[in-house]
């Protein structure tokens, strides 16, 4: 049972453009969010995190909005670069479960960003 | 020092070897983990270390030995694997065992032929 989806393998932008990435989850649970990027051949980089007591966090080009009704989360980049050509990953944790620690992943998109 | 260090970057081992994977951080994180990353698919939490003390295991099969020597290292004894054990082996850490975001290493390529 996939808790946490990322319904699009694939997204395609042109480089100044505005990328959105997309995750929905099913487990109520959940009350932390995080994303993260993966260039091949290399560990997984941190880029951003909400908590569910908030619905939007930003950090320069990155935002992260949250839909708690909907289970639903998103990351906006803008603008979009070639150097952000990667696959994302969105992760989320039980904090109140006292499980914290324990990160459930999607399965990825894979974002290109072309000229 | 903000990094997380993983070797051997490949390895290749029979069924009958033992072999041990190593991690090593210098950012005086107290969280350690061991994920399993298999192709086209989101990694795989196997053990927790909170403090130096395994906190959580993924219900992982035996022949997967983790330790945590000091709070700096981590290392995943592996002996008697199957081939579908072969996948990119992750190691983290974090500041503590909560809320904190986990900071990876490159990975360990596994291959169990």
């Known amino acids: 049972d996939q808790q946490v989806k990322q319904n699009s393998p694939s997204l395609s932008v042109q480089e100044g453009r505005i990328s959105i990435l997309n995750c929905d989850y099913t487990n109520s649970m959940f009350d932390y969010f995080l994303w993260y990027k993966k260039y091949p051949a290399e560990g997984p980089t941190f880029l951003i995190s909400?908590?569910?007591?908030?619905d939007k966090n930003e950090d320069g080009r990155f935002t992260v909005f949250l839909n708690k009704s909907a289970k639903h989360l998103s990351l906006h980049i803008v603008p979009s670069q070639p150097g952000d050509s990667a696959v994302y990953f969105c992760a989320a944790s039980a904090r109140a479960t006292g499980t914290a620690s324990k990160l459930t992943f999607g399965t990825g998109t894979r974002l290109q960003v072309t000229l | 020092d903000t990094e997380v260090t993983q070797t051997p970057k490949h390895l290749v081992m029979g069924m009958t070897n033992k072999k041990s994977l190593k991690c090593e951080q210098h950012m005086g994180h107290r969280a350690m983990y061991w994920y399993k990353q298999k192709a086209k698919k989101p990694p795989e939490l196997m053990f927790v270390y909170s403090y130096e003390k395994l906190s959580i295991n993924e219900s992982v099969p035996s022949r997967f030995s983790p330790e945590c020597p000091n709070s700096s290292l981590l290392n995943l004894h592996l002996h008697a694997l199957q081939p579908e054990d072969s996948a990119l082996y992750l190691c983290a850490s974090s500041q503590g065992a909560g809320v904190y975001e986990q900071f990876f290493g490159p990975g360990t390529r596994l291959t169990v032929l």
């Open positions: 909400i908590s569910s007591i908030k």
